[in-house]
């Protein structure tokens, strides 16, 4: 009797403490409560400033003070904003089933309203989830064993997404990051070859089986994503008809990755053949799957239709600095647009080609600097038109004088206004600079409003000239 009446009081001691367990705690509930008054998710910078709003910190402070215990069980709430915080929360302190919270949002299929950075959507919280997790280096300073943490979390995410979702945007990055997953391989498999999922496709050549070959050709045009990844010599015979009647994107880059003479010679003869508006796929392959081969394919597509990215002026530049340099000489001084494109969304990074390629013009063609100079100033506008002012202003180049005064004259927008004169009075020439002055008394109403009149007013007081 005795042992029974003690089995039964720590029975009840036990099931207590399970209990108590699973409460939240009241300090935590408040945290909640202000979340879900609030009720949009927040990320951590917000509006044009990038501001961290009062939501954010209330999901700081939830992440610091509540138990994983806690978070779990806020994941059984209904409100989606405090569910979405609790899972970031056990995201970033590397709870180790983040693929029971991924499938439960799956078969949910919640979403929340979210804001981040001046973009405001809805979307599910599945996906958010997920770009924690894929982002996570963004949000915490990681470790090396951190890294390798998410890394094996992020496999099992993809697994759960290839094989649980049917569509959208979350089964298309799962897809890509896929990295010849064997446990996804029947379904990657199914999607490709009944679905036609283009992902699919690629993720399935990545395999490189031998088996799938003649299934892959089955799939006829929209088997190139696959080749691409899987460029076996089978495939040549297969691809070398479609030359000249296909020219997007996944095709150049199913012949771009054989990465052999026959394909350089058929890339030769596609260059020259290419619709101009297809010009730039064949560059974003080439670049992007570069070979040794492909150097003068690279040129001459700079060369005839002045398209390059960033990485594409640093390959010449590596290849052969002398030969880049007279190649950039030839394409800056002509008057046709040039298209500095940036590849693979490296935003921003069309600003660091100029630079390249005029430090290579002055090791290896610096007479002819100011002849570029000229000339760009002439044909450019906005932007571009400024990059080669500073450079005149930098270098001193006042035998630009001239360019620059006849563009002043013609100007149109308050920003060409500034630069130009800004350029022409550091040259310290009074009579160029008076020229200036009156042309821009006479166009006042064109740059005179706005921030522009401050920045005009304080340009005059640094070169001392009397305005009004």
Not at 149 to 161: A, G, K, T, Y
Request: charged fraction near 25%; proline fraction near 2%; hydrophobic fraction near 40%.
């Amino acid at each position: 009797m005795k042992s029974n009446k003690l089995l039964v009081i720590l029975f009840v001691f036990c099931y207590s403490l399970i209990v108590f367990g699973q409460e939240i705690r009241p300090e935590v509930q408040k945290i909640i409560n202000n979340i879900e008054v609030e009720n949009t998710l927040d990320y951590e910078a917000v509006g044009i400033a990038g501001e961290k709003t009062k939501q954010y910190e209330n999901f700081e402070s939830l992440k610091k003070f509540a138990t994983t215990e806690e978070l779990l069980l806020i994941l059984k709430r209904k409100n989606n904003t405090s569910k979405g915080y609790a899972s970031w929360a056990l995201v970033d302190t590397k709870y180790p089933y983040l693929k029971k919270i991924l499938s439960q949002f799956i078969v949910d299929k919640d979403s929340v309203e979210n804001q981040n950075g001046c973009i405001s959507s809805i979307d599910d919280l599945a996906t958010i989830f997920y770009f924690r997790v894929f982002n996570q280096k963004y949000y915490n300073e990681l470790s090396e064993n951190d890294n390798i943490f998410f890394l094996s979390q992020l496999d099992e995410l993809n697994e759960i997404v290839i094989n649980k979702v049917q569509s959208g945007y979350l089964l298309e990055k799962a897809l890509t990051c896929n990295h010849k997953n064997p446990k996804t391989y029947l379904k990657i498999k199914n999607l490709a070859l009944k679905y036609k999922n283009r992902s699919a496709i690629e993720a399935l050549g990545e395999y490189q089986k031998n088996e799938d070959i003649e299934t892959i050709k089955n799939l006829k045009e929209d088997a190139f994503p696959a080749i691409a990844k899987f460029p076996d010599s089978s495939f040549w015979s297969f691809l070398t008809p479609y030359s000249g009647k296909i020219s997007s994107e996944d095709y150049m880059d199913a012949v771009v990755s054989f990465k052999n003479k026959e394909a350089e010679e058929l890339l030769k003869n596609i260059v020259n053949t290419i619709p101009k508006d297809s010009i730039r796929n064949l560059s974003k392959a080439v670049i992007d799957n570069y070979d040794p081969l492909y150097e003068n394919i690279v040129m001459s597509i700079w060369e005839n239709h002045h398209i390059i990215d960033h990485n594409g002026t640093k390959i010449l530049i590596n290849s052969n600095p002398e030969k880049a340099a007279a190649s950039f000489v030839k394409v800056l001084l002509n008057s046709d647009k040039i298209y500095l494109s940036e590849f693979n969304n490296d935003y921003g990074s069309s600003e660091k080609i100029f630079p390249l390629m005029l430090d290579v013009i002055k090791k290896h063609e610096s007479d002819k600097m100011l002849k570029i100079c000229k000339h760009q100033i002439v044909v450019n506008d906005f932007t571009r038109l400024s990059f080669f002012l500073n450079i005149a202003k930098e270098n001193q180049l006042t035998n630009t004088s001239e360019e620059i005064f006849s563009k002043l004259e013609k100007a149109n927008s308050a920003y060409d206004y500034f630069h130009l004169a800004e350029t022409l009075f550091s040259f310290k020439n009074i009579d160029k600079t008076n020229k200036a002055v009156l042309v821009l008394k006479k166009n006042k109403e064109k740059w005179d409003w706005g921030n522009w009149s401050d920045a005009f007013r304080e340009l005059f007081t640094q070169n001392n000239i009397l305005w009004e």
